[in-house]
């Protein structure tokens, strides 16, 4: 079992930044990458980012509507997973999930994801 936290959620004004952490426990050895997602009320759950959980090829990707924007990082000695969000805007209020896959392979879908943290709402103000 691997269990994931999340923190560093809050309210910000649009143009702001945020930057959401993500900790893994258990038995981290079996993830193979790690996603965030977000869901906002009344609409399925997004995929946001993945990054290779372990390795010199990070294999990051991002969606198009924030690409340049965020930035996914990881830092394995301390079983860490992040997500650098700049030039925020209102669209991106949500509550953001990260996720772990121990499925090999590149995948955007949610299902694919074994493991979830509790989720830590963004909010961008106008």
């Known amino acids: 079992q691997v269990q994931l936290v999340e923190s560093g959620g809050g309210l910000v004004q649009a143009g702001g930044s945020l930057r959401l952490s993500c900790a893994a426990f258990g038995r981290t050895f079996s993830i193979y990458s790690m996603g965030w997602f977000r869901q906002s009320p009344g609409m399925e759950r997004e995929f946001v980012a993945r990054i290779r959980w372990s390795g010199d090829y990070t294999d990051i990707y991002y969606i198009p509507s924030v690409k340049g924007r965020f930035t996914v990082s990881r830092d394995n000695a301390k079983n860490m997973v992040y997500l650098q969000m700049n030039s925020l805007k209102p669209e991106d209020t949500a509550v953001y999930y990260c996720?772990?896959?121990?499925?090999?392979?590149?995948?955007?879908?949610?299902?694919?994801?074994?493991?979830w943290g509790q989720g830590t709402q963004v909010t961008v103000s106008s």
């Open positions: 996720a772990a896959t121990t499925n090999i392979g590149f995948t955007t879908l949610p299902t694919a994801f074994d493991y």
